[in-house]
Structure formats: structure tokens, C-alpha cells
């Protein structure tokens, strides 16, 4: 013996479950994005970052050592490799510089 079940549509329903996933989802790929480390930034994501432009890009890497990869004429900065040049370079606006 066999039972059958029909289920007729119900929009409301649907609509709920469609909200309720989409919500799951969304809340999965944020805790995603926050744990994983972006490892390369592009040309445009660190004018973007910095506030610079790409003249200023390419004497920071010819003149300055501003790490990065050129990868098929595109230039590539390592995430890790950026901060720790930063934090290299950076000083305490308010401490004058020592004099000799």
C-alpha cells in the first residue's frame, strides 16, 4: 500500500524557504571572505587602497622596491609581501625626525 502526498504550491512558502537560504548563504560566504587571506592584489585594487595612481604604482616599484610579481605583463602585489613593506616604511607623524 502507498500513500501519495500532493503538495499543492504554496508562493508564501517558497518565498520563505528562497529568503531563508539565501540568508544562510550569504552569512556563510561573509565568515568565508573574513577567514581567508587575499593574497594578491592587482595594479587597480592598490591605487585603489593607497589613493595613488598608476604613475605613482610604477615608481614605487622601480624606485622604491615596492614588491610584486609580474605575471603575462600583468603586475601582481603579494598581500603579505605590501605589509610588511608598509609597515617598513612607516613613522609617527607626530615624532619629529632625529637631526644629526
Known amino acids: 500500500m502507498s500513500v501519495e502526498i500532493k503538495l499543492t504550491p504554496d508562493t508564501e512558502f517558497r518565498t520563505m524557504v528562497v529568503d531563508a537560504i539565501a540568508w544562510e548563504f550569504r552569512r556563510i560566504t561573509d565568515v568565508l571572505a ?56 612607516t613613522v609617527d607623524a607626530y615624532e619629529p625626525e632625529s637631526t644629526p
Open 34 to 89: 573574513q577567514n581567508v587571506e587575499r593574497r594578491y592584489l592587482t595594479s587597480a585594487e592598490l591605487m585603489d587602497l593607497l589613493h595613488i595612481c598608476r604613475t605613482k604604482v610604477w615608481d614605487l616599484v622601480h624606485h622604491e622596491g615596492l614588491p610584486c610579481v609580474k605575471l603575462g605583463g600583468k603586475l601582481l602585489f603579494p598581500q603579505k609581501a605590501l605589509d610588511e613593506w608598509i609597515s617598513a616604511r
